[in-house]
């Protein structure tokens, strides 16, 4: 005798229409098989449980799979089904496990005949041992075994809210035509085109979700036109009459075997009964833990936007497009930041200036320059998240949260200017800003980058000259005409190696400031080397002055430290140039719709 108690005539109930809410029936496995679906990449498992008076068909849910691939379900199991579903699949009803627990392993119990075929096996006639957990509703013993196969779900109709019959999303397969499901769209993408030789069209896609699983839905031209807009994302609907055809993996991120092609024919409802229909689960990771996650992973992550970058177009590599992205840096209570890039319109439209909370479901984990977060097409994100994570960070960061010091978990991108000398568009800086803030007057180096046009370079000692050994630039005296000595190599040298030393005024719309650079940045500026530059001098001084007047008039992005200098009992600021950039002016736009996007 078995030390468990199957749920007598629990096969009649779930062939039987409605069973009650609380009816969780202990069930043994009999047999577990994995089905071979062509072109599906993630297994799924039709297992047959018994009562220990009837057995019938099951699959059992794909977020159940690690149940059998770690050996905790397998045959002969007794389990509790603490939730299914029943979905008439090809004229056979079959439970569908969403969540089951696996109390042990028994030897075959009672001697369980099918039910399969309904109806010709009075339930009542084959006792079995009730259950002492949950009293199962007793089986009518007169009712017909089983519902209609495939009871044909009504449209719903505009405006009346009404309950098709519904068909679970982990129950769908290409073999039904009638079929209506309630579900939450979980990711909405961009409307997509495409041209090639065949001609052109658009298409977007819906990912949706019950508590059965998740599925993709694609329409294609005409459907864009009718459907794209009637979806919102976290929104429940109805769909029906739609085909269902074998997923294409490369194009999603759902395990789902199979996804939906919407049709002119097919209607879309909304829902507003969304009681029943999960909210996206999220399995969140701390940033600071994003080290143990393998590239090219998905991973969902909760954040505080701290820094929002620009909008950046670009020609894509791979698909030779135009496309534009973004990057943002979030942090999280572990005193973490790392840098996430948005693309698309998501990147085009973003709005993160106000701090938002994001949950962000799916987000691809890259290696570069440590770890890093990219969007992609099935990544989902819901700014401010009713959540109690969401209300946690925003707590945390308003009451101090946000001066924390973070560890960044990638470098590069909209990382410090700094020394380096990276160029920061977060850090741009008006010259009013600069000097009102008083940059630079404190203990160590203030770093700013700025946007600013040259206004005046001074003529004199443009360039001096210098110790031509190797890492030594330092300035030598001339001894006579084809001797050099620098002090420092205690060397002297024929011809010195002639080295920008500029000093230049600057102005944005906002103020005026003197800036020094040295030889690389001297080489940019100019155009020239200093001593192509000398050599012109020496040539053909109008040309020389011509050449420097030519550097006036020019705007730049200016990667700058400020510190002060005390000469000759005169203390005053200096702000030297690290490195210069050219004027990304596609980039300069994109950043002032952000701004004009404020007002
Ligand atoms: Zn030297």
Redesign the pocket.
């Known amino acids: 005798m078995s030390k468990f108690q199957l749920t007598g005539g629990a096969c009649s109930v779930l062939m039987n229409g409605t069973p009650p809410d609380n009816f969780a029936p202990t069930m043994q496995v009999l047999s577990l098989k994995q089905l071979q679906a062509s072109g599906a990449a993630s297994d799924r498992y039709r297992i047959i449980i018994s009562d220990g008076g009837n057995y019938m068909q099951a699959m059992l849910a794909v977020q159940l799979n690690d149940l059998v691939h770690s050996g905790s379900l397998a045959k002969h199991s007794v389990i509790t089904l603490d939730k299914f579903a029943c979905n008439d699949v090809q004229d056979k009803r079959i439970a569908i496990l969403l969540a089951v627990t696996v109390l042990g392993n028994s030897e075959k119990i009672g001697d369980p005949v099918s039910l399969d075929k309904g109806g010709d096996k009075p339930v009542s006639a084959v006792p079995s041992p009730a259950t002492n957990q949950r009293p199962a509703p007793a089986p009518a013993a007169s009712a017909p075994a089983r519902t209609p196969a495939a009871k044909p779900a009504p449209p719903p109709r505009a405006g009346a809210e009404q309950a098709p019959s519904l068909v679970p999303i982990a129950g769908l397969s290409p073999y039904q035509n009638k079929w209506t499901i309630r579900a939450r769209v979980t990711q909405k993408s961009d409307i997509r085109t495409w041209s090639n030789a065949r001609g052109e069209g658009k298409l977007f896609s819906v990912n949706l979700m019950d508590e059965t699983g998740e599925i993709k839905a694609t329409g294609f031209n005409a459907v864009v036109d009718s459907h794209y807009d009637q979806f919102e994302e976290g929104k429940v609907y109805y769909l029906t009459n739609a085909r269902i055809n074998l997923a294409k993996k490369q194009f999603s991120n759902l395990n789902s075997e199979y996804e939906i092609s919407m049709e002119a024919r097919t209607v879309v409802q909304e829902c507003t009964d969304t009681s029943a229909v999960p909210e996206i689960t999220y399995n969140f990771i701390p940033i600071d833990q994003l080290q143990s996650i393998a590239k090219d992973a998905h991973c969902d992550i909760i954040g505080v936007v701290h820094e929002v970058g620009p909008a950046v177009e670009f020609i894509s590599k791979a698909s030779n497009k135009s496309t534009v992205k973004r990057e943002i840096s979030i942090v999280d209570r572990s005193a973490a930041s790392v840098r996430l890039t948005l693309w698309g319109k998501t990147a085009e439209s973003f709005q993160g200036e106000d701090q938002p909370v994001i949950a962000f479901k799916g987000v691809k984990v890259g290696d570069y320059g440590g770890r890093s977060l990219s969007m992609f097409s099935t990544s989902t994100m819901y700014p401010n998240p009713d959540l109690p994570e969401a209300h946690e960070l925003r707590g945390w960061y308003d009451n101090g949260g946000s001066n924390s010091s973070f560890q960044a978990q990638s470098s590069g991108g909209i990382a410090t200017t700094g020394a380096t000398g990276v160029f920061n568009r977060a850090e741009l800086k008006t010259l009013a800003f600069v000097k009102e803030s008083n940059l630079g007057t404190g203990d160590r180096p203030d770093f700013f980058s700025t946007r600013a046009s040259i206004i005046f370079v001074k003529p004199e000692n443009i360039m001096y000259p210098?110790?031509?050994?190797a890492d030594?630039?330092?300035k030598?005296t001339q001894l006579d005409e084809n001797n050099w000595r620098?002090?420092?190599?205690d060397?002297s040298c024929e011809t010195p190696e002639w080295r920008y030393l500029l000093s230049f005024s600057v102005a944005d719309h906002t103020s005026q400031a003197w800036l020094q650079a040295f030889n690389e940045v001297g080489v940019i500026i100019m155009g020239i080397s200093a001593p192509e530059l000398q050599e012109l001098k020496t040539q053909d001084q109008a040309a020389h002055d011509r050449h420097i007047a030519s550097a006036i008039g020019r705007t730049w992005y200016f990667a700058c430290r400020a510190k002060e200098e005390t000469f000759n009992d005169l203390t005053r600021v200096r702000y030297g140039v690290n490195k210069v950039f050219p004027v990304d002016y596609k980039a300069d736009a994109w950043a002032n719709l952000d701004i004009i996007k404020k007002y």
Do not use: G, M, N, Y
Not at 466 to 469: E, I, K, L, P, R
């Open positions: 210098a110790c031509a050994s030594c630039s330092k030598v620098c002090e420092k190599c060397k």
